[in-house]
């Protein structure tokens, strides 16, 4: 379960950025709303894919909070983040095969990383860290 829906997580979400930030896209330019709208539902799709499998956890910091608070077994943790690996590793790539002619057509390095990573528009340590917490 965990990673059927960490594969759909990472396979709408980073689609939806790919969509909109690389060129020659039908999406190119379509903003941030498209873009958060899409990962809302990445991840709403990603919990409804795997819950019935399981906890649906989909991201290693909520099984290892789960773990910390008791309501997960530790017995599960591992297990869990290598599925979640390998269900992010298995999205990622079919968004790059999916995107490639875009990867060839987009200058702009950053959009590329975008893609796959986030970065703060302005460097502010303090305020990037209060953002992410």
């Given at each position: 379960g965990e990673l059927?829906?960490?594969f759909i997580l990472v396979l709408l979400g980073d689609g939806v950025v790919a969509g909109v930030s690389?060129?020659?896209t039908k999406a190119n330019g379509a903003g941030w709303i498209a873009i958060t709208l899409g990962w809302g539902f990445a991840v709403t799709l990603?919990?409804?894919a795997s819950a019935f499998m399981g906890p649906a956890h989909l991201n290693p910091a909520v099984t290892l909070a789960f773990a910390i608070i008791g309501k997960v077994s530790w017995s599960v943790v591992l297990p869990f983040i290598i599925a979640q690996m390998i269900g992010a590793f298995l999205g990622a790539v079919v968004v790059w095969i999916q995107y490639y002619p875009?990867?060839?057509a987009t200058d702009d390095q950053s959009a590329i990383l975008g893609t796959?990573?986030?970065g703060p528009a302005i460097r502010s340590p303090f305020a990037n860290l209060m953002s992410e917490i």
């Open positions: 059927v829906g960490t690389l060129a020659k990603g919990v409804y875009h990867w060839q796959f990573a986030t």
